[in-house]
C-alpha cells in the first residue's frame, strides 16, 4: 500500500494470503526477519521470485528458534532439501504452520515430521530417546530415559508394533488439548 | 541379541554420535538407491567414503525399502568385522558359542517383523480423507516408500502423484472460494506445491468461465478478488490494533503458555468491559448527557477527593449511580424513554455476556475436554508439552529441569502408588476430610462475620445526604474487610498443600481452586443477601447505596490487587533470593490470580444494574492490572515449575466464571429487577412496583397504537405465559437428551474404532509371522528369480534356510571352526584320549581337521571323528579339502581339483559341494566391484592367518608331553600343499 519500494506484487500477496495463514503485512513484516538474517543474501525485490536460500546455521539463529531444543529439526523439517537450507517461501511455510491459526491435523503432521529423528516414518525408541535427551539437558540416567520411552510407546502405540505411526501420534494429540497452544512460535 | 551388544548398531554411543547417524541413513539410502537399475553399490567398500559421496545423491524420489531390509543391509556389514574378531581360537571372550545361533535367527524375525504394509491408497469420495490420504502417502513417499511403491516404477510413481494432483485440482474447483482457499491452506505441502495447485485452481476456473459469459465472468472475479483483498485487509487492519501483541510474546517467551493465558484472559475481560461500557454508555448515559448535561448536584456537596474511593458523596449525584437517571422521556430530536432503554440495554447486556460465556465456554470444552484423556501422560509429557513459543534461554533451561523433575516424580510415583497401605490410605483420607472441613468453616465463618460487619455498619450509617469526612471513611470498613480476607485466606489455603497428599498436581489444583470459589461465592453471597434485604427496605435510594458498595469492593479490590502482588510477589522474590534462598524465586500463581480475576468480574457484573458505569471503572483496573502483573512477573517471577495442562486450566476458569459467579450475579440483578420495589425517590423506576412492570407499562401504551398489536400479542401470549416457559424447558430437555445419548453413542464408537485398531495390529503381526514361517519353509524358491543382485534380501532367506550364507560364508566357516576347536579342547581336557598321531602333529593339523569337522558339522551330517583321525591319510584329505577350499576362495577356480586323487569320505565331499555352493553364491556378488571385496576377502584372510598363526603358537608349547613325529609324510604334503595354496592364493593379487 503505497509502500516506497515494492518488495511483493499484489498477485504475490494474494497468493501468499491464499497458501499461508499470514496477512499480507505479516508477510511483509516475515520477509523483514528474513532479509534480517543475511541482508546482503536476501534481496529487497522479490517481485520476481528470486532463487535464493539461506541456511540451517542463519535460520536457527533467530530469537524465536534459538532456544528451541528442536531448531534443528524444525528447520530440517521445511527445508526441501532435508539439510535445512530454507528459501523464503519455506521460511514463511515454517512460521505459518506454527502459526495460531494453522489446525491441528497440519500441525499434528509437522510435529511428526521434527520429532522423526531418523526420518523412517515411525517415532521409535531412538527417536524418543533424542527427544527426552533435548528436553531435558541429557539428565536423565539411561535406565530412566528407557523407562521413559517404553512408558511412552506403551501408552501410545495403539496397533502394538513398539513404535509410533502418525496414526498413534495423531490420535495422541488430539487427546492432548495443548498441543494446539504450544505447538506454535509467535512471530 | 545379547551377543549383539558388542558391535556397532546397539551400541548407544554409537547411536548419539551425529556423523555415524548421518552415515548410517544415508548409508541404507545410497544402498537402495535404485534397486531396479541393477547397480550394486559398493556395500562392502569403505563405509565412510562411499556415503558421504552419495549423500548428496540421496534425491527425494528414490525408492527406498522401509524398516527391516535398510537395518538388514547395514547389519550385514557390521557382521563381518564381528566375526573376524572371534576368529581367535580359544580366546577367552569366546564363549557365546550358543549365541551364536541367536545370531543367525533373530536379525530376521525382529526385523522383517514389520513389512510396510500402511497408508493405504485414499480412496475417492469425501473430500477431508482424500487429502489426508494424499498427506501420507507425501509424507510416506519422501524420505521411504512402502513396499507396495518397491513394484512400481519412479515414473508409475510420478504419474499416481499427477493424477492425485488433477483429483485435488478438481475438487478444489468445485468448492467455494471461501472453503478452496481453506483447503488449499490446510495442505501439507510446502509453499511452492500450494502455490501450483492454487494457480492451476484458478486456471482452471477462469477456463470454465471463460466459455460462459466472459464479461460477467471478469466482473464476479474481479468482484470476489476485490471482497477477498478486503478481507484481507481488514485481518490485518484488526491485527494490528490487537492490544499488547509484543507485550504478549515477550511473556509467552519467558514465561510459557500458561501464564500467558492469565494475560489473555485478563484482556478478554477487558475487552468484555469495554464492550459493556460502550453498550451502556452509549444507550444509557449518552442520551441523558444529551438531554442535561450538568448533574444536579445539590449546592452543599462538593467533591473532597475521598469519593474516589468510597464512591458517595459527590458522585452519588451523578451518572455514576442508578440514582442519577431520570425516568423521564426524554424529549428531543426523538422520544427517548429512559426507562425502557435503561430495562433494556442492562436485560440485552446480561443476555449477551452469558451467550458470550456460554459460547466460549462450549468451544473451549469441546477442544479441551472432550477428547482429552489424563491416561496418556507420559507420551503427553515427552511428545506434547514442550512449548515451542518460549524463546528466553533461562526459561529453556529452568523448563527442561521441570520436566526432568516432573518425568522423575513421575516415575517413581507409580512405584510409590503400590506401596499406599490401609493405614496410609486412612491418613491421608483424614487429612483431606479434615483440610475441607477447616476450609469451608473459614468460607462459612468468613460469611457470618461480613454479614455481621455489616449490621454494625448499616446501624452507624443514616439516610442523609451529607455525610463526615470519617463517616464516609467508615464505609470503607467491610470493603476492607472483605478484600483482606480474599487475599490472606487463600494464603492460608495454600498451606494446607503442605499437609494433604494428593495423588496429582491437577487435582490439587482444582482443591485450591474450589475452596477459594466457595470462600469468594459464600462472601459475595452474604453481601448480596444483605444488600437485599437490609439495604433495600432502610434507604430511601438503596440502589445507589448498593452501587456506592460496589463501587467500593471494586476499588478497594484493586488496591489490594496491587498490595497482593507487591507481597504476594515483590516480597517474597526479596525473601526467596535474600533471606531464605531454600524457598526461592516464587512462581506465578495462575490459579489465584485468574480467582482474583474472576472475582472481580463478578463485581463489575452485579453492579451493573446499580450502577451502570462500573465498567468504566473495570476497564481502567483491568489496564492497570495488566501492566502491573507483567511488571511484578518479569522482575519478580519464575515460570511456574508445574506446567500442567493450562489449556484445560483455561477452560475451567471460563466455566467457573460463568457458572458460579456470572450466573449468581444474573439471578441477583434478575431478582431485584423483578421482586424488589425500586425507591421512591430517585432513580428511573421511581414510582413502580418492580423494574419489570416498565414493560408492562410500555406494552399498554403499544395497546393504543393499532400497527403494533403483534407485540402486545407477544408479550400476552409468549412473555407472560407459563405454558410457552413450559414447553420451552420440556423441549430444551428433550434435545438435551437426544444430544448426551448421541455423545455416549459416539464416545462407544470411539472405543470401538481404538480396540479396532489394536486388532488391526494383532493381526498384521499375525500374518507377518505366518510369511515369515512361509519364508523360512521355501528359502531357495524367492531369492533368485526376483533380484538376484539383491543380497541383502537374498541373504535374510539364506540365512532362514539355515544354508550357508554366501556374503560371509568364510567367516561362518571360520566360526564353525573355532566352535569346534573348542569342543575339541574340552573333549581333550575331559580325558578323551585322542590319537597320538594327530596330537603330536602341529597345530596347522588340528586346524585342518577342526575345519573339515566344522563343515561336516554344518551339513549335519555325523561326525566321524575315529575316521578321520586314526589314518594319516585321513590327514590328507583334509589338507586337500583345505586346498581347494583356499583355491575356491580366491577364485573359484577348480584347477587343483582334477589332481585330486584321493576319493575322500562322503562326509567331505558333501561338505566341500556345500561350501562349493555357498561360494558360487558369493561368486555372483564377488563380480560386481572386484576392488571391495577383494578388500574384504583380504581382511578375511589376513585374520584366518593370523589366527593359524596364533594357533600354532599356542599350540607348539603344548607338544612336550607327546613326543612329535615329525617325519610324518602326510604332514609334509599337508604342509606342502598348504603353501602351494598360499601361493595360488597371493598370485591371485
Known amino acids: ?187 | 541379541m545379547t551377543s549383539y551388544s558388542s558391535g556397532g548398531y546397539f551400541n548407544p554411543a554409537y547411536h548419539d554420535s551425529e556423523t555415524l547417524e548421518i552415515d548410517r541413513r544415508s548409508s541404507s539410502k545410497t544402498h537402495h538407491t535404485n534397486p531396479y537399475a541393477g547397480e550394486d553399490p559398493a556395500w562392502r567398500g569403505d563405509r565412510a567414503e562411499t556415503h558421504n559421496t552419495f549423500m548428496g545423491q540421496s534425491s527425494s524420489d528414490d525408492v527406498v525399502p522401509r524398516g527391516g531390509w535398510q537395518e538388514e543391509s547395514w547389519r550385514g556389514r557390521e557382521s563381518i568385522p564381528m566375526g573376524l574378531i572371534s576368529t581367535r581360537p580359544g580366546s577367552p571372550s569366546w564363549k557365546h558359542g550358543n549365541n551364536h545361533s541367536t545370531f543367525q535367527i533373530n536379525p530376521d524375525s525382529q526385523y522383517d517383523q514389520s513389512p510396510p504394509v500402511r497408508f493405504p491408497p485414499p480412496a475417492s469420495g469425501h473430500m477431508t480423507m482424500r487429502w489426508r490420504g494424499m498427506t501420507r502417502r507425501r509424507m510416506s513417499m519422501f524420505p521411504n516408500t512402502d513396499l507396495a511403491h518397491l513394484v512400481l516404477t519412479e515414473d508409475a510413481i510420478r504419474n499416481e502423484m499427477e493424477n492425485e494432483e488433477q483429483d485435488l485440482v478438481k475438487e478444489f474447483v468445485a468448492l467455494s472460494t471461501q472453503d478452496r482457499i481453506r483447503a488449499i491452506r490446510d495442505l501439507p505441502m510446502s509453499f511452492e506445491e500450494k502455490k501450483h495447485i492454487r494457480s492451476q485452481v484458478l486456471a482452471f476456473r477462469s477456463s470454465k468461465q471463460s466459455r460462459q459469459f466472459t464479461c460477467f465472468a471478469d466482473c464476479s472475479e474481479n468482484v470476489s478478488l476485490f471482497f477477498r483483498r478486503c478481507g484481507y485487509s481488514i485481518r490485518s487492519a484488526r491485527q494490528t490494533l490487537e492490544l499488547w501483541q509484543g507485550i504478549m510474546k515477550e511473556i509467552g517467551g519467558k514465561f510459557g503458555t500458561s501464564v500467558l493465558s492469565y494475560f489473555m484472559f485478563l484482556k478478554w475481560l477487558l475487552m468484555f468491559n469495554i464492550f459493556s461500557f460502550l453498550v451502556n454508555f452509549g444507550f444509557i448515559t449518552i442520551p441523558l448527557l444529551v438531554y442535561d448535561p450538568l448533574p444536579n448536584i445539590p449546592p452543599n456537596v462538593s467533591f473532597r477527593g475521598l469519593e474516589i474511593l468510597t464512591g458517595a458523596g459527590y458522585f452519588n449525584h451523578t451518572v455514576m449511580y442508578y440514582g442519577g437517571y431520570s425516568n423521564e422521556t426524554l424529549m428531543g430530536l426523538v422520544e427517548y424513554n429512559m426507562q425502557l432503554a435503561y430495562f433494556f440495554t442492562i436485560a440485552v447486556y446480561m443476555v449477551l455476556c452469558g451467550l458470550a460465556l456460554i459460547f466460549s465456554m462450549a468451544r473451549s470444552f469441546k477442544t479441551n475436554y472432550v477428547l482429552a484423556e489424563s491416561t496418556s501422560n507420559g507420551a503427553w509429557q515427552l511428545l506434547c508439552s514442550w512449548d515451542f513459543s518460549i524463546t528466553n534461554e533461562r526459561a529453556v533451561r529452568q523448563r527442561k529441569s521441570n520436566l526432568r523433575v516432573q518425568l522423575k516424580e513421575s516415575l517413581s510415583e507409580k512405584a510409590q502408588m503400590e506401596l499406599l497401605t490401609l493405614s496410609e490410605k486412612l491418613k491421608h483420607f483424614g487429612v483431606h476430610l479434615g483440610s475441607w472441613l477447616l476450609s469451608t468453616g473459614l468460607a462459612v465463618g468468613c460469611g457470618a462475620s461480613i454479614y455481621y460487619l455489616c449490621q454494625y455498619e448499616q446501624q452507624l450509617a443514616t439516610d442523609g445526604a451529607n455525610w463526615s469526612l470519617l463517616q464516609e471513611a467508615e464505609t470503607l470498613l467491610v470493603p476492607f474487610v472483605v478484600s483482606l480476607m480474599n487475599l490472606v485466606v487463600p494464603l492460608f489455603y495454600s498451606l494446607f498443600y503442605k499437609f494433604e497428599h494428593y495423588s496429582s498436581q491437577r487435582t490439587q489444583i482444582y482443591a485450591l481452586v474450589v475452596r477459594n470459589v466457595l470462600l469468594r461465592m459464600s462472601i459475595l453471597g452474604v453481601l448480596c443477601f444483605y444488600w437485599m434485604n437490609v439495604v433495600a427496605k432502610k434507604f430511601s435510594c438503596w440502589e445507589s447505596k448498593v452501587g456506592q458498595a460496589l463501587y467500593r469492593l471494586v476499588i478497594v479490590d484493586f488496591l489490594f490487587l496491587m498490595l497482593g502482588s507487591f507481597f504476594g510477589e515483590f516480597l517474597s522474590n526479596v525473601i526467596g533470593t535474600r533471606l531464605l534462598p531454600r524457598l526461592g524465586v516464587p512462581e506465578f500463581d495462575i490459579a489465584r490470580n485468574v480467582l482474583e480475576l474472576i472475582y472481580a468480574q463478578t463485581l463489575a457484573w452485579i453492579g451493573i444494574y446499580f450502577s451502570p458505569l462500573l465498567p468504566a471503572i473495570q476497564i481502567v483496573k483491568f489496564f492497570i492490572l495488566f501492566y502491573l502483573k507483567k511488571v511484578s512477573l518479569t522482575q519478580n517471577c519464575q515460570p511456574p515449575r508445574r506446567t500442567g495442562r493450562a489449556a484445560q486450566m483455561h477452560t475451567t476458569f471460563i466455566a467457573l466464571l460463568f457458572f458460579p459467579f456470572f450466573v449468581g450475579a444474573l439471578s441477583m440483578v434478575a431478582y431485584t429487577s423483578w421482586s424488589l420495589t425500586p425507591s421512591e425517590q430517585c432513580g428511573p423506576f421511581r414510582g413502580l412496583n418492580n423494574t419489570f412492570s416498565v414493560v408492562g407499562v410500555w406494552i399498554h401504551d403499544l395497546e393504543e397504537i393499532p400497527r403494533s398489536q403483534w407485540v402486545v400479542w407477544i408479550y400476552q401470549h409468549v412473555i407472560r405465559s407459563e405454558i410457552f416457559y413450559f414447553l420451552i424447558t420440556l423441549i430444551i430437555l428433550v434435545i438435551i437428551y437426544i444430544f448426551w445419548q448421541v455423545t455416549q453413542g459416539r464416545k462407544d464408537l470411539i472405543g470401538l474404532l481404538r480396540q479396532q485398531i489394536v486388532n488391526e495390529g494383532k493381526d498384521k503381526s499375525f500374518l507377518l509371522d505366518k510369511l515369515q514361517n512361509f519364508q523360512k519353509s521355501h528359502p531357495n524358491k524367492k531369492p533368485k528369480p526376483r533380484n538376484p543382485k539383491k543380497h541383502t534380501k537374498r541373504r535374510s532367506d539364506d540365512r532362514s534356510s539355515g544354508s550357508q550364507s554366501n556374503s560371509n560364508a568364510m567367516v561362518q566357516a571360520l566360526l564353525a571352526r573355532q566352535r569346534l576347536e573348542e569342543e575339541e579342547e574340552r573333549r581333550r581336557a575331559g580325558g578323551v584320549l585322542v590319537p597320538s598321531d594327530i596330537s603330536t602333529s602341529s597345530a596347522m593339523m588340528q586346524a585342518m581337521l577342526a575345519r573339515q569337522r566344522a563343515e561336516d558339522q554344518e551339513e549335519d551330517l555325523h561326525q566321524m571323528p575315529d575316521k578321520h583321525l586314526s589314518s594319516s591319510s585321513a590327514l590328507t584329505q583334509a589338507m586337500q579339502a583345505r586346498q581347494r577350499a583356499e583355491g575356491q576362495d580366491e577364485y573359484y577356480s577348480t584347477a587343483g581339483f582334477s589332481e585330486d586323487p584321493v576319493n575322500g569320505s562322503s562326509a567331505v565331499i558333501q561338505a566341500m559341494k556345500a561350501r562349493q555352493r555357498s561360494e558360487e553364491d558369493g561368486a555372483d556378488d564377488r563380480d560386481d566391484p572386484a576392488s571391495s571385496v577383494s578388500s574384504v576377502m583380504m581382511q578375511v584372510m589376513q585374520a584366518r592367518q593370523r589366527a593359524e598363526e596364533e594357533d600354532r603358537i599356542r599350540w607348539a608349547p603344548a607338544p612336550p608331553q607327546n613326543p612329535a613325529p615329525s617325519g610324518s609324510s602326510a604332514l609334509i604334503q599337508a604342509m606342502l600343499a598348504r603353501q602351494q595354496a598360499q601361493n595360488e592364493y597371493d598370485d591371485g593379487y
Open chain 1, 1 to 187: 500500500m503505497g509502500n516506497k519500494q515494492t518488495i511483493f506484487t499484489d498477485e504475490q500477496l494474494d497468493a501468499y494470503q491464499d497458501c499461508t495463514f499470514f496477512t499480507r503485512k505479516e508477510i511483509l513484516r516475515l520477509h523483514g526477519r528474513y532479509h534480517e538474517l543475511a541482508p546482503h543474501l536476501v534481496p529487497m525485490d522479490y517481485t520476481n521470485d528470486p532463487d535464493c536460500k539461506l541456511p540451517l546455521a542463519l535460520i536457527v539463529n533467530m530469537p524465536e528458534l534459538k532456544e528451541n531444543p528442536f531448531r534443528n529439526r524444525i528447520v530440517e523439517s521445511f527445508s526441501e532439501d532435508g539439510m535445512g537450507n530454507l528459501s523464503f517461501n519455506e521460511f514463511v511455510d515454517m512460521f505459518s504452520v506454527l502459526s495460531e491459526t494453522a489446525p491441528r491435523e497440519l500441525k499434528a503432521i509437522y510435529a511428526f515430521k521434527i520429532y522423526d529423528f531418523n526420518v523412517d516414518n515411525y517415532l521409535c525408541k531412538e527417536d524418543l530417546e533424542k527427544t527426552l535427551n533435548r528436553l531435558t539437558k541429557e539428565e536423565l540416567t539411561p535406565e530412566e530415559v528407557d523407562l521413559v520411552c517404553e512408558k511412552t510407546i506403551e501408552e501410545a502405540d495403539l496397533d502394538g508394533d513398539n513404535k509410533l505411526s502418525f496414526a498413534d501420534f495423531e490420535n495422541m494429540i488430539s487427546r492432548a488439548p495443548d498441543f494446539l497452544s504450544t505447538f506454535h512460535i509467535r512471530i
